[in-house]
């Protein structure tokens, strides 16, 4: 008939066979291990955020700090001046 294999062609079907499921095998295990590597890229972006989140509220508390201590030490150097100013005007009046 016409429709009927002969050994050499089964034979050629069966490895043809074979090499769609290993191809299929490989596939599948390269999907996994993209899809592995996009949840990590995931992850690492993620933590990136939340590292750069964390380093821009601390830069932003150093540098309010920075500015309080600042402004405290002027104001205690022209307390410091008009207190002495003072003590030496007191001083000169005796």
Known sequence: GGGELNGDEIKKTEEEKKLLEAT???TRAFLESLKTMQDHQ???????SDH???SEITNERVW???VAEAV???ALSVYQIMYLRSFFETK???
């Open 24 to 26: 299929v095998k490989e």
């Open 42 to 48: 995931s992850y690492m972006r993620r933590r990136e």
């Open 52 to 54: 750069r989140a964390v």
């Open 64 to 66: 309010k700090w920075t």
């Open 72 to 74: 405290v030490l002027v």
């Open 92 to 94: 000169k009046r005796l």
